[in-house]
């Protein structure tokens, strides 16, 4: 079945750095656009970055600019996100889908990011 697994969370001081993955299977990952989202606590969830299917094209979240960098590997069926100069406000539980989204949501990955 189509499915999305996100790992790499957790524990970071402010200004460090962290990169996520996301696995998918059960669909043609190489042909469609992918992005990352995230949900703190009582808050909604926002898209924060996605990519085209070839990986040429990204977009991002005003507030992760220049922080955070998209990429894909399409022989691996893997996206992932690198996060630098991390800030508390990062943290979330970060989860991947397509763009627009059309799959089930996975656990997604808790980011805390705390001294």
């Known amino acids: 079945q189509v499915q999305l697994v996100e790992s790499g969370g957790g524990l970071v001081q402010p200004g460090g750095s962290l990169t996520l993955s996301c696995v998918a299977s059960g669909f043609t990952f190489r042909s469609y656009a992918m992005s990352w989202h995230r949900q703190a606590p009582g808050k909604e969830r926002e898209l924060v970055t996605s990519?085209?299917?070839?990986?040429?094209?990204?977009a991002y979240l005003e507030s992760v600019k220049g922080r955070f960098t998209i990429s894909r590997d399409n022989v691996k069926n893997t996206l992932y996100l690198q996060m630098n100069s991390v800030k508390p406000e990062d943290t979330a539980v970060y989860y991947c889908?397509?763009?627009?989204?059309?799959?089930?949501w996975g656990q997604g990955t808790q980011v805390t990011i705390s001294s």
């Open positions: 990519i085209t299917s070839d990986g040429v094209h990204t």
């Open positions: 889908n397509a763009d627009p989204t059309w799959i089930r």
